[in-house]
C-alpha cells in the first residue's frame, strides 16, 4: 500500500510481531478486512516512532485469527467490527461478543446494531444500587447513544456505554463509486469532521493514483482543515461551559463558533463541507484581505473569552482533576488527538507524519500531563490559538496557481491517508478494483479511538461530574459509529 | 460572576433582526440548491444524472426529472453539466409540507397550501423533541445553532424539550438506521396528540448517502407521517427557522413545485 511499507505475515507471526512493535514503542492504530478476488485479508495498519512511514501487515487467506487485543486493547474493537461485518474469528478476544451490528454475517438486513451487543453488565446483588440506563434517545439536542450507569447515591460504579445505534454502514457507500466523486460521500462520514475526512480521503486517493498536488491547493487545504478546528474547538468551550453551568460563558463560545461557521460559509459555499477533490480543490477560492482580517478580529475575541475562562473559578473547580485520563490507560485504549495529549502523550500527525502542506509551517503541540478535564480544555485552547497563527501563515504565503490536477488511481491501487482532524487522527484506507472504481474504504475515526478510552474515566467518579467530563472529550457518535 | 454579567452587558446584543425585514439571515455565500434550468439542458447529455450520488436527477425523455428531496447539496451536478442547465444558487430554503414539492415540475403548481386550524393554538408556543435517527451530526450541529446567541429561537416562542410527552413536533434527522427504528416509534408514541413530525435533512427525506444498505432505510417515509419535509446537508438554522415558521402559518411556504417562488 502507498504511504506505508507492507509485511506480509502468518497467522503465527502475528503476535510475535505485535510484541515487537510494542516493544519499540509503536502501536498498531486500526485494522480492517475485504476480500479481492474471494479472498480474505486482513491489514493491520502500525506507526513506529520517528518513522514516518507507517506499515502495514497483511494477513491472506485466513478466516481465524489470534487476537491482538492483549497486546493492544484498542484492536480489540477493530477486531469486534471484523467478526460482525466479515464474519471472521478472533481466538481468545477478551470480549467476544458483537460491537457493530447484532447477528454476523446472516440477516444483516433485519439487524439491529448495538441491540443484543450489549456486553455483560455485572451482575451487583446489594441494596443501595441503582441501575440507570439512559438513552438512545437523550435529553437536548443530542446524538443517539445509550448509557448504563450502576450507582449508589452519587457515586458510579459501573459505566457502560451502549453505542453503534447510529451504524450506517458508510464503508459500504463507498464501494463502486467513482474515486474523484466518492469525497462528497468522506465528507458525510462525521459532518463536524468535513474537512478532516475529505482530507484523509484525498490523501488516500492521491497516493494510490501517485500525484502531485499543486502547491495553492496544499495550500488552501491547510487553511480549510485548521478553520474547521476553530469553530469545533469553539463549540467544543461553549459546550463544557453548558456542563459547568456559566450561561454567558456559553453563549459567547456559540456565538464565537457561528461566527467562524459564518467564515466558512463566505469562503466555501458551506458552513461545515469542504471544497477538497482528489487532485486539489473542487474550484478556486479567494481569500481576500477580508478573511485575514476576519480571522483577527475572532482571534481578539477569542483571546478575552479565554482570559474570561481562566478567571472563572465556578468553572476551572468543576474541570480540575475531573475525569481522570492516565497516561496508560490513554496509551493502551488508543486515544488520539487533544485527549491523548492531554494526557501526556505528544503525538500530532501533522508533525510526526507530514501531510499536505504542513511540512515547514510553524506547528506547535501543546501537551499537559495531568490528564483531567482542565488539561483537555487547555489543550484545545492553546490549538485555537496555534490555528490562527497557521491561518494568518497560510494567507501569506498563498500564490495564485492552479489548483487542480487530473488524479485517477489505477486499477488495483492502493493508498493510505491520515490527518489530525479536530479530535484526532483520522485513517482512511483506499482499494480500487480491476474496473478503476473503489473497492473497499477502511475509515479510522477518532471518535472511535476516544470512546473505547472514555469509559475508563466515568468508573468511580461521581453522577454530577459525568456531563462534564463526557463533554470535555468532546466525542461524536456518527464518526464512532458511521 | 460579576465578570461575566458585566461581560454580557457590555457585549451588546448578538441576536439577529432576521426573518424581519432587514435582519441578517447570516448565510450570506451560503449554496443551497442547484437551481435547474430546462431550457439549457442538452438532449441526450446524462452528465449530472451520472454524478449525483443520490440519484436526486434521473433522466426522462427531453430533459431530467430533480428530486431535491434526494438532493445532498454536493454541487457535483453544477460542475459536471455543460450546459449551465444546473448552477448553483442560494435557494437553501427549502422547507415543503407536501413532499410532492420537492419534485421539479414544469408549472410550479401545488396542492394549495392550506392554513391548519388544528395548529392555530400553537403558533405562539411549539415544543420540539428532536431524535437523532442516524445523522452524520451535521443537522446536529444547525440544529445546536438555533440556541446560539445569534439565531435565539427561543424568541420565536420555539423550545426543545427533553420529554415527548411535552413535544407537539418531533423533529427527525438521519437516514433511520434499523438500530434507531423501534426508538423512533417509541418516541412518537409517547407524544400526546395533537402531534406532528418534522423530517430536517436529505437523510430524514430520503435516505441521503447510506439510503437502503445494510444498515439505513430511507428516511421517515413509511415510518412515520411526515407534516414538514426540509432537505438540505446540512439545512442551516435560518432554514429550519423558516421552515418552522411556516409550518406555523407565520410564514408563507415558498416553495412549490422544486422552485422558490417569491
Known amino acids: 500500500m502507498i504511504g506505508t511499507q507492507a509485511r506480509t505475515l502468518a497467522p503465527d507471526e502475528l503476535q510475535p510481531a505485535a510484541q515487537d512493535l510494542l516493544a519499540a514503542g509503536g502501536r498498531v492504530r486500526f485494522a ?98 441503582q441501575q440507570l440506563p439512559f438513552g438512545p434517545i437523550r435529553a437536548d439536542v443530542l446524538e443517539s447513544a445509550e448509557f448504563t450507569f450502576v450507582y449508589v447515591g452519587e457515586h458510579i460504579i459501573h459505566y457502560q456505554p451502549r453505542l453503534f445505534f447510529k451504524h ?93 461557521k459564518q467564515l466558512n460559509a463566505r469562503l466555501t459555499g458551506s458552513r461545515l463541507r469542504s471544497l477538497l477533490a482528489p487532485g486539489g480543490l473542487r474550484r478556486d477560492l ?30 476551572l473547580d468543576r474541570l480540575i482533576t475531573t475525569g481522570l485520563l492516565t497516561q496508560k ?54 490549538e485555537v490559538e496555534a490555528s490562527f497563527v497557521l491561518c494568518q501563515r497560510i494567507l501569506l504565503l498563498l500564490e495564485p496557481g492552479p489548483v487542480r490536477v487530473e488524479c485517477k488511481p489505477a486499477p488495483l491501487a492502493e493508498g493510505l491517508g491520515w490527518t489530525e482532524g479536530p479530535r484526532g ?37 461521581n453522577m454530577m461530574d459525568y456531563a462534564i467530563n463526557e463533554a470535555s472529550f468532546g466525542l461524536t457518535i456518527a464518526g464512532c459509529d458511521r | 460572576m460579576a465578570l461575566w454579567t458585566l461581560f454580557g452587558l457590555a457585549s451588546g446584543k448578538a441576536t439577529t433582526a432576521w426573518p424581519r425585514a432587514g435582519g441578517d439571515s447570516g448565510q450570506d455565500g451560503v449554496l443551497g440548491m442547484p437551481r435547474y434550468n430546462p431550457a439549457a439542458c442538452r438532449e441526450g447529455c446524462a452528465e449530472c444524472a451520472a454524478v449525483c450520488p443520490t440519484h436526486a436527477i434521473e433522466l426522462l425523455e427531453g430533459g431530467v426529472a430533480v428530486d431535491y428531496g434526494r438532493c445532498v ?47 392555530k393554538a400553537f403558533r405562539r408556543s411549539l415544543h420540539i423533541r428532536h431524535v437523532d435517527a442516524g445523522s452524520c451530526n451535521g443537522c446536529e450541529s444547525e440544529l445546536q445553532a438555533l440556541n446560539n446567541p445569534f439565531y435565539n429561537l427561543h424568541r420565536l416562542g420555539m423550545f426543545f424539550t427533553a420529554s415527548p410527552r411535552f413535544a407537539d413536533l418531533l423533529l427527525v434527522t438521519g437516514p433511520v438506521t434499523h438500530a434507531m427504528r423501534e426508538p423512533l416509534k417509541a418516541a412518537y408514541e409517547a407524544m400526546a396528540e395533537p402531534r406532528w413530525v418534522m423530517a430536517v435533512g436529505t437523510c430524514a427525506v430520503s435516505g441521503g448517502i447510506s439510503a437502503g444498505n445494510y444498515a439505513s432505510g430511507t428516511g421517515l417515509e413509511g415510518v412515520l407521517p411526515v407534516d414538514l419535509y426540509l432537505p438540505g446537508c446540512p439545512p442551516n438554522p435560518a432554514a429550519i427557522m423558516e421552515a418552522l415558521l411556516m409550518f406555523l402559518d407565520r410564514a408563507p411556504q415558498r416553495v412549490r413545485g422544486g422552485r422558490i417562488h417569491g
Not at chain 1, 241 to 254: C, I, N, R, Y
Not at chain 2, 102 to 119: C, F, K, M, N
Open chain 1, 32 to 129: 480492517y478486512a475485504w476480500s479481492p478476488d474471494g479472498v480474505v485479508e486482513v491489514r493491520y495498519i502500525a506507526s513506529i516512532p520517528d518513522r514516518r512511514v507507517f506499515e502495514s501487515w497483511v494477513v491472506k487467506g485466513f478466516r481465524e485469527l489470534p487476537s491482538l487485543a492483549a497486546v493492544f486493547p484498542s484492536i480489540g474493537w477493530y477486531e469486534r467490527e471484523m467478526m460482525d461485518v466479515n464474519g471472521l474469528r478472533f481466538t481468545d478476544h477478551p470480549e467476544p461478543y458483537p460491537l457493530v451490528l447484532k447477528d454476523s454475517g446472516e440477516e444483516l438486513v433485519n439487524a439491529i446494531p448495538a441491540a443484543t451487543g450489549r456486553p455483560r453488565l455485572p451482575k451487583i446483588d446489594a441494596v443501595d444500587v
Open chain 1, 168 to 260: 450506517r454502514g458508510m464503508e459500504t457507500c463507498f464501494e463502486g463509486a467513482d474515486s474523484g466523486r466518492a469525497v462528497v460521500t468522506a465528507e458525510r462520514v462525521s459532518a463536524v469532521g468535513s474537512v478532516a475526512h475529505a482530507l484523509a480521503y484525498c490523501e488516500a486517493v492521491e497516493r494510490a493514483a501517485d500525484c502531485a498536488i499543486p502547491t495553492r491547493a496544499r495550500a488552501v487545504r491547510v487553511l480549510l482543515a485548521e478553520m474547521e478546528r476553530i469553530y469545533n474547538h469553539l463549540h467544543y468551550l461553549g459546550h463544557l461551559s453548558h456542563t459547568t453551568t456559566l450561561k454567558v460563558g456559553e453563549a459567547q463560545g456559540k456565538l464565537l463558533e457561528e461566527k467562524a
Open chain 1, 286 to 315: 479567494d481569500p481576500g484581505r477580508w478573511l485575514g482580517d476576519a480571522l483577527e478580529d475572532l482571534r481578539e475575541e477569542f483571546t478575552t473569552y479565554v482570559e474570561k475562562l481562566e478567571n472563572s473559578e465556578s468553572h
Open chain 1, 329 to 382: 490507560v490513554a496509551f493502551d485504549q488508543g486515544a488520539t488527538g487533544p485527549v491523548a495529549r492531554a494526557s501526556g502523550i505528544d503525538r500530532d500527525l501533522r508533525r510526526d507524519h507530514p501531510y499536505a502542506h504542513y511540512d515547514g509551517l510553524p506547528l506547535t503541540t501543546p501537551t499537559f500531563e495531568d490528564g483531567d478535564a482542565y488539561a483537555r480544555e487547555r489543550v484545545r485552547m492553546a
Open chain 1, 425 to 461: 487522527s483520522v485513517y482512511y484506507a483506499v482499494h480500487v478494483g480491476g474496473d478503476g472504481r473503489l473497492a473497499r474504504v477502511k475509515v479510522k475515526s477518532p471518535s472511535f479511538s476516544n470512546w473505547r478510552a472514555f469509559p475508563f474515566t466515568v468508573h468511580d467518579s
Open chain 2, 73 to 119: 447539496v454536493c454541487q457535483l451536478c453544477t460542475e459536471a453539466c455543460p450546459a449551465n442547465a444546473m448552477t448553483p444558487s442560494e435557494d437553501w430554503a427549502f422547507g415543503v409540507r407536501d413532499r410532492q414539492d420537492l419534485l421539479w415540475s414544469e408549472t410550479g403548481a401545488s396542492s394549495p397550501a392550506q392554513a391548519a386550524s388544528d395548529r
